[in-house]
């Protein structure tokens, strides 16, 4: 049966000059417009496919994905402010409602037109697709069944005193501490992190860096780059301010000197008192 709000893999039943009928299961037959049918397409096929109630509350199904689905936490734009609540800019044609009830009366400032604001995609009491920007009913603080260097999606939220506020696989709260921050953090840019350490409180930490020596990796092909653009010499050394490796590369001096071992030890680059140089082989 399809299920509002996701994507779905659906049964195209038959074609016309109007679209695409396809199989909902209880929910009956669910048109897909003539437009998104794509090419080739025959009866019985599965087509991978976002269902939604459009404009006059019928269910419909696009190709088109929407910037996220039921269950997700997302960034969206503010596109009008009516008595009903605000109207989301989710990348289709009817936009999402997110109604005054599910904004909390501190929020109400931030119901602005033309800015963004951080919301989870719900079923509102009708079934249809709706918004709520009361994150902390559905996000948690605590979190079990994670390890440590797992990766995680994250989605940016709110400085604190500590550091960042982030969700955590649209499911929970984590914090990324201000020592772990290098190069810039707005507030709904979307990261891939990893779980740094599993507190006794079950609150996540998150480090935007993979846990011990693979973070090397992705550094050191930084710095090889960095190299290649440079004529093949850098004055730069693992002894170097923390300041100017930063400025360089946006990582920690720890992290740089973890990536230039690496690169040492595989005989890509040569360490000399004023800086380091790509090596022949590298």
């Given amino acids: 049966m399809a299920t509002p709000g996701i994507v779905n893999d659906l049964t195209l039943l038959r074609i016309s000059a109007q679209g695409a009928m396809l199989d909902g299961g209880e929910l009956g037959e669910i048109p897909l417009p003539s437009g998104q049918v794509p090419a080739g397409t025959e009866p019985g096929q599965l087509l991978k496919v976002f269902v939604y109630h459009d404009a006059a509350d019928c269910l419909v199904a696009t190709t088109r994905l929407p910037k996220a689905q039921v269950g997700e936490v997302a960034y969206l734009k503010i596109v009008a402010v009516k008595d009903a609540g605000a109207f989301l800019d989710w990348g289709l044609p009817k936009d999402l409602l997110l109604s005054w009830r599910e904004v909390r009366r501190d929020q109400k400032h931030l119901i602005v037109e033309g800015k963004k604001i951080l919301v989870m995609l719900i079923q509102d009491q009708d079934g249809r697709e709706a918004a709520s920007a009361r994150l902390n009913d559905f996000l948690t603080d605590e979190a079990d069944g994670f390890w440590p260097g797992e990766k995680v999606s994250l989605l940016v939220s709110d400085p604190t005193d500590l550091g960042m506020r982030v969700v955590v696989n649209h499911r929970h709260w984590g914090l990324i501490h201000s020592n772990e921050i290098f190069g810039t953090l707005r507030r709904g840019d979307a990261r891939e992190g990893y779980i740094k350490a599993l507190r006794p409180d079950h609150k996540l930490n998150i480090s935007l860096m993979p846990p011990g020596h693979a973070k090397a990796d992705p550094i050191a092909q930084e ?60």
């Fill in 223 to 282: 710095i090889l780059k960095a190299l290649e653009r440079r004529g093949g010499f850098l004055a730069v050394t693992d002894k170097s301010d923390p300041k100017a490796i930063y400025d360089l590369f946006g990582v920690s001096k720890k992290a740089f000197k973890l990536a230039l071992g690496s690169l040492y030890k595989n005989r890509q680059i040569t360490i000399e008192n004023e800086g380091i140089r790509l090596s022949r082989k590298g």
